[in-house]
């Protein structure tokens, strides 16, 4: 794998350095460019390729552009011409792009360390100082190797500079960790922790030495290494504190000790409302206390357990009235749309009588059908085989739109209808023609707006008679107006 990438990396080398030849291929310059914007421009390329670590990874080539934006800012205060300022933005340019050019050699020869110094940084490595300052040094002379064309001293020394920075991030783990445990600890065993604590002094010894030990294992495992921290600085806190009760009883005599135990127990028990029991031994008072504790502890877990009991009737009586509201503006809005719909029927019927009082029975026959009116024109009529409209039917046709100006909101379907006699093709055709000559009629007259009038032909598929008599065959030749009324009734 290794020989693999460092005969890519040689490959790379070559067809760079190759493509470039030994100049910089600097863009023209445009002397009607600005050179104030030119120069931003170049700030804000050097500003990114620092966060693409540009600047580490191929630190000559960069440290050149930035030297050509120096320049360039120098000419622009200085009043140079702009030709010279824009050279040295172009030379710039030109420089950072032989770096990244070299960055990518370096992305692919020294990658391991490359990536064990990334996990330093993140590690905090850089608060080491001048140890991490030695390791920054010995990673720029890889990189500057690679510009120096020499590949091969670069990938020789990269395994000891990766194992370097990989050193620095578990030392910065275990100072951000465990830091605070080694200085609290090295305080107390300058205040006499090996006299005053000494078996204490060894437990915290212990978890410390754990907590190292298993950092130096699972570095990345950070849950568990910031619990296994946080118990050995518990446990170097409480050294602090059996060193301040130890230092504390060396000047007092026994029975002082003791009272001074018993004057504490005595108080807790007071608190917690039990009688004098400093007549008792020590293990006594002791267990009163701890029982009277788990006495409260029981009191106060039933009357969580009784907060919570009410908490969930009050949820269910909750969710009860919730529904009970819910059924309320249900029969409301069921009641409401009853209203409605009854008003509606009542509209209807009232309409329907007033259009049904405008014809005779001679005229048309008007009869409901569901939520609509129908018209049914009895003596219209046309000539044989035409869809003319003869003047004696204006009369009962401005009826008819009378009737449609009562529903005003409706909409309209004409049908035409005709009797058996003659091709089926030709009476279908026949009646669509009638049905549009009324409808013309109506839209004509203003009865409706046109988008609300339909017309349809049905020729003899509808009979209302046999078609085997005169009689018959008249009743069949008909008009029939549909007035839609549902959106009126609504």
């Known amino acids: 794998m290794r020989r693999t990438i460092h005969l890519l990396s040689i490959l790379i080398f070559i067809i760079l350095t190759g493509c470039s030849g030994p100049n ?20 804000e390329t050097l500003a990114t390729g620092r966060t693409q670590q540009i600047n580490v990874l191929s630190p000559s080539w960069y440290a050149k552009a930035d030297i050509y934006l120096d320049k360039a800012r120098y000419g622009l205060a200085n009043n140079d011409s702009v030709a010279k300022i824009l050279q040295n933005v172009a030379y710039g340019h030109a420089s950072f792009d032989r770096a990244k050019e070299y960055a990518l050699i370096a992305q692919s020869a020294i990658s391991q360390a490359i990536r064990a ?20 040094d010995q990673f720029i002379a890889l990189t500057t190797d690679i510009e120096d064309n020499n590949l091969t001293r670069a990938e020789k020394n990269e395994g000891k500079v990766a194992k370097g920075f990989a050193d620095l991030e578990l030392r910065a783990i275990k100072e951000n960790t465990l830091g605070e445990v080694r200085s609290l600890l090295a305080t107390n065993i300058k205040n006499g922790a090996k006299t005053l604590a000494p ?37 170097a806190q409480r050294l602090g504190q059996i060193m301040a009760m130890s230092n504390s009883f060396k000047n007092m005599s026994p029975e002082n000790i003791s009272l001074q135990q018993e004057s504490r127990l005595h108080q807790i028990n007071s608190q917690l409302g039990g ?3 400093r007549n008792e031994p020590i293990d006594i008072q ?4 701890l029982e009277s504790v788990a006495s409260l502890q029981d009191d106060n877990k039933y009357l969580k357990e009784k907060r919570q009991q009410d908490k969930d009737k009050i949820a269910v009586l909750e969710k009860q009235n919730k529904e009970v509201q819910r059924e309320h503006e249900l029969i409301t809005l069921q009641e409401k749309e009853t209203k409605a719909r009854l008003e509606a029927d009542r509209h209807f019927q009232q309409l329907f009588n007033e259009v049904q009082g405008m014809f ?13 009116l129908v018209i049914r024109l009895k003596t219209i009529h046309f000539p044989v085989g035409k ?4 003047p004696d039917n204006y009369a009962l046709l401005s009826q008819v739109r009378k009737a449609i100006r009562t529903f005003s909101e409706s909409e309209v379907v004409i049908e035409g209808h005709t009797d058996s006699t003659g091709s089926a093709a030709i009476n279908a055709q026949l009646s669509q023609k009638r049905a549009e000559a009324v409808r013309q009629y109506f ?35 008909r008009i029939d107006i549909i007035i839609k009324a549902e959106k009126e009734s609504n």
Do not use: C, H, W
């Not at 910089?24 to 700030?43: G, Q, R, T, Y």
């Not at 110094?117 to 920054?136: I, K, P």
């Not at 869809?387 to 003869?390: E, G, P, V």
């Open 24 to 43: 910089l291929k600097v863009a023209p310059v445009a002397i009607s460019d600005n050179p104030s914007s030119k120069i931003f421009e170049l700030e």
């Open 117 to 136: 110094r990334e996990l330093a940084n993140a590690a905090g490595a850089a608060s080491l100082g001048d140890d991490y300052q030695r390791m920054e």
């Open 199 to 235: 078996t204490t002094l060894e437990e915290t010894q212990k978890d410390l030495a754990a907590a190292d030990q298993f950092i130096t294992q699972q570095r990345y495992e950070r849950e568990e290494m910031q619990n296994r921290a946080n118990a050995a600085l518990f446990q």
């Open 275 to 277: 009688r004098d029991f």
């Open 286 to 289: 002791l267990q009163n206390i």
């Open 360 to 372: 005779t029975q001679d005229q048309a026959e008007v009869y409901k059908q569901g939520k609509n």
């Open 387 to 390: 869809d003319l409209i003869m």
């Open 443 to 477: 839209i004509a007259s203003g009865a409706l707006e046109e988008q609300k009038l339909t017309a349809i032909g049905y020729g003899s598929e509808r009979p209302l008679a046999t078609n085997d008599t005169a009689e018959g065959r008249a009743i069949n030749r």
